[in-house]
């Protein structure tokens, strides 16, 4: 007898010291030394288990006298379902709404999450080698990874089903979720302008993302649409964290001329904004309004509270992973899978940080 079958006997006895314990897919895996996915491959007798492994989790399920009954055997067969999210967002709260619906949802589906980072598209690859060691049956990419379509081809080559959430320019043949970042910042900046203001600052994202882009010419056609003409002193750039926010606004605010009212492409560029302004003297939005986008809980961490642009971050992500794992059921179920993009409601969130111009203001001074 091997050394490893003496251990799945002893636990065996010890299973049966328990007084009736019902023996588990995970007492199999923890003796065989494998993964309780790589257990459930066996029971579903799929192909992708080497024999040698196949034999050990057989011989310790008829040894430990396992014995799934259906709903084990639907737990197993949803254990078998790996998908990774790879992240490269600089936004520690978008990133932390974007996992609680991503979490939620895994816990609800019985699917395995594996989480990775990355430097952008350009370091993708050496996640992508590492996901093929570990075997994974679709992967969920977050902005600015879902608007790259070197990760996309990528994913292709690999013949990986794949879900953009966020995602400002959906290919054709990928599924996605978003919303119309064009409109809602049009919104935002006609919202601005319904207030009464006419000089209004603007902090886009960073330069290589698609969204910000879309972000900043909503902003741009909004101010056109009013007859107010867009002034490029009025443009910050930022890199959608909260430092870089921080330092456009204190560009803008810091001018004779400064902008009534400032909207940041993202809620941590705006809380950034928000700090210049209380280090220079000046209150927010007495002094200068300041809005964001996305209503992450950065919007309700800073004081005043931010008028931001809703983005349903944490729906977007529990839909992109239902999406995700209804395309890797059609494709073990060998049906051509069908690209489905989603666009979800945005809306304006009002707060303290926003307000109609004093007159005083209107001209950039207290």
Known sequence: MTIRSQGVRLLARKISRRGGSIVTIHDVAQHVGVSPMTVSRVINAEKNVREETRKKVLEAIKVLNYSPNMAARSLASQDSTRVALIYSNPSMSFLSEFLLGI???????????????????????????????????????????????????????????????????????VSSVSIDDFKAAFAMTSRLVALGHK????????????????????????????????????????????????????????????????FASNDDMAAGAVATAHRLGLEVPDDVTIVGFDDTSMASSVWPELTTVRQPISDMAALGLKMLLEQIKSKRQGQALKPVHEIRDFAIIERQSSSAPVPDAEVGRK
Do not use: W
């Not at 056109?224 to 867009?230: E, F, S, W």
């Open 103 to 173: 979490l939620q949802q895994s816990s609800q589906s019985g699917c395995q999450l594996l989480i990775e980072s990355c430097e952008g598209p350009e370091g993708v690859a050496d996640v992508l080698d590492k996901l093929r060691t570990v075997g994974v049956d679709g992967v969920i990419l977050p902005p600015p990874l879902s608007d790259s379509t070197r990760v996309a081809k990528a994913l292709k080559d690999m013949k990986l089903p794949f879900v953009g959430v966020a995602t400002s320019r959906p290919l054709p043949d």
């Open 199 to 262: 000089r209004i600052g603007f902090i886009k994202g960073h330069p290589n993302s698609f969204y910000s882009e879309l972000r900043y010419n909503g902003y741009v056609e909004a101010l056109t649409k009013a007859g107010i003409k867009v002034d490029q002193a009025c443009v910050g750039q930022g890199y959608f964290t909260y430092r870089s926010g921080f330092d456009a606004a204190e560009s803008l605010l810091s001018r004779p001329d400064r902008p009534t009212a400032v």
